[in-house]
């Protein structure tokens, strides 16, 4: 009913020094979506000689001389605020996480949710727990806020990109949170085919995938009571991450234990992708629109690594059959780097 079906190629070259190699390569084909990953252990040599590494002293420099003129950090003093027919306060505040509109919008509702603005740090691992919690909780704060102020915008995400190579223009830690009317394709798509497994099949696609995960503990991560950490299958980006929700399918409807169990996860994560030498990061939550899916689709994130951070960075993940065709191509097996990971999620 649910299988992990791959095909393995093999491709013989004459190498440079006139040697016959062979290489295999593997494609896997996601259970759900049917998408495709291909793998090939020798495209990790590549992308060393290729990509080169971090440059953890540009970083420092960035660090220093970017809080200078920062927008994040005096964003409590000065900057947008939404209009009080909406948020009384103008902004959303917990700890020292803060909310503010985005100032170029791309939804009915758009807003920066400002990780920590009495702290710009840009090495992941010295980001807090207790700061990715209180993001996480504003954030759902914005998505029942909005809906309670536009009945019509259901339809919401919520995610962070973290550095130049991961997607930021800002190098502040922040999550940026959309609200509009029209669905997300992706998150739509996912919705559909767990609703349509879920009618053909008579169970949940999800509680089905983390149960055999579980049971051959090659790929599971850890259980942190309300979400189970793992690493897909067949992933579609680089060393990506899954984190599933057992109680709720949308943002709107977390609790303070649920935002916990993500952001432990998250911290995790993020500080394995700085340990990996990349620093930049990417993720996204997948969240319901409505609270009718609760049988068949979890909340959910997931997180990918970025091209390392340094002057020039090469960007590996934007060629054409990712950016196009969506078949990535990885340099290094989720069992390869799940096994790395999953030291960091044992107490």
Same mark, same amino acid.
């Given at each position: 009913?649910? +299988?992990?079906?791959?095909?393995?190629?093999?491709? /013989?070259? %004459?190498?440079?020094?006139?040697?016959?190699?062979?290489?295999? !390569?593997?494609?896997? @084909?996601?259970?759900?979506?049917?998408?495709?990953?291909? !793998?090939?252990?020798?495209?990790?040599?590549?992308?060393?000689? *290729?990509?080169?590494?971090?440059?953890?002293?540009?970083?420092?420099?960035? #660090? &220093?001389?970017?809080?200078?003129?920062?927008?994040?950090?005096?964003?409590?003093? /000065?900057?947008? &605020?939404?209009?009080?027919?909406?948020?009384?306060?103008?902004? =959303?505040? @917990?700890?020292?996480?803060?909310?503010?509109?985005?100032?170029?919008?791309?939804?009915?509702?758009?807003?920066?949710?400002? =990780?920590?603005?009495?702290?710009? $740090?840009?090495?992941?691992?010295? !980001?807090?727990?207790?700061?990715?919690?209180?993001? @996480?909780?504003?954030?759902?704060?914005?998505?029942? +806020?909005?809906?309670?102020?536009?009945?019509?915008?259901?339809?919401? @995400?919520?995610?962070?990109?973290?550095?130049?190579?991961?997607?930021?223009?800002?190098?502040?830690?922040?999550?940026?949170?959309?609200?509009?009317?029209?669905?997300?394709?992706?998150?739509?798509?996912?919705?559909?085919?767990? +609703? &349509?497994?879920?009618?053909?099949?008579? &169970?949940?696609?999800?509680?089905?995938?983390?149960?055999?995960?579980?049971? !051959?503990?090659?790929?599971?991560?850890?259980?942190?009571?309300?979400?189970?950490?793992?690493?897909?299958?067949?992933?579609?980006? #680089? /060393?990506?991450?899954?984190?599933?929700?057992?109680?709720?399918?949308?943002?709107?409807?977390?609790?303070?234990?649920?935002?916990?169990?993500?952001?432990?996860?998250?911290?995790?994560? =993020?500080? %394995?992708?700085? #340990?990996?030498?990349?620093?930049?990061?990417?993720?996204?939550?997948?969240?319901?629109?409505?609270?009718?899916?609760?049988?068949?689709?979890?909340?959910?994130?997931?997180?990918?690594?970025?091209?390392? *951070?340094?002057?020039?960075?090469?960007?590996?993940?934007?060629? *054409?059959?990712? /950016?196009?065709?969506?078949? +990535?191509?990885?340099?290094?097996?989720? $069992?390869?780097?799940?096994?790395?990971?999953?030291?960091?999620?044992?107490?």
């Amino acid at each position: 009913m649910l +299988e992990f079906k791959a095909v393995i190629e093999k491709f /013989k070259m %004459f190498g440079p020094n006139g040697e016959p190699m062979e290489q295999k !390569i593997e494609y896997r @084909i996601d259970p759900l979506t049917g998408k495709v990953c291909t !793998i090939n252990m020798l495209l990790g040599e590549k992308a060393k000689a *290729f990509l080169g590494e971090a440059d953890t002293e540009l970083l420092m420099k960035l #660090q &220093r001389e970017s809080k200078t003129n920062c927008p994040f950090c005096h964003s409590m003093e /000065k900057g947008t &605020r939404f209009f009080p027919d909406f948020i009384e306060d103008g902004y =959303v505040n @917990i700890g020292s996480t803060l909310a503010v509109p985005n100032l170029f919008s791309k939804a009915g509702i758009d807003a920066v949710v400002i =990780v920590n603005y009495k702290q710009h $740090e840009l090495f992941p691992s010295n !980001i807090k727990l207790e700061d990715f919690k209180n993001a @996480i909780k504003v954030g759902a704060r914005l998505i029942r +806020e909005g809906r309670n102020y536009n009945s019509s915008l259901i339809h919401h @995400i919520m995610g962070m990109n973290f550095l130049h190579s991961g997607g930021s223009s800002v190098p502040h830690p922040h999550f940026q949170v959309h609200l509009r009317s029209v669905a997300y394709s992706g998150i739509a798509d996912l919705l559909n085919l767990s +609703e &349509r497994y879920y009618k053909e099949n008579g &169970r949940n696609y999800w509680d089905m995938l983390t149960k055999k995960e579980r049971e !051959i503990n090659v790929r599971y991560l850890c259980d942190y009571g309300d979400v189970e950490w793992l690493v897909p299958f067949a992933p579609t980006h #680089q /060393k990506e991450v899954w984190g599933l929700c057992k109680k709720t399918s949308s943002l709107a409807n977390i609790t303070e234990s649920i935002a916990l169990a993500f952001a432990k996860g998250i911290a995790k994560v =993020v500080s %394995f992708y700085e #340990q990996e030498g990349h620093f930049a990061f990417t993720f996204t939550f997948f969240s319901a629109p409505k609270d009718d899916a609760e049988a068949f689709f979890p909340l959910q994130v997931r997180l990918c690594a970025r091209p390392a *951070f340094k002057n020039l960075y090469t960007s590996y993940d934007t060629w *054409f059959s990712p /950016k196009f065709i969506g078949d +990535e191509a990885h340099t290094s097996s989720p $069992e390869e780097y799940g096994a790395r990971l999953k030291k960091l999620f044992v107490f």
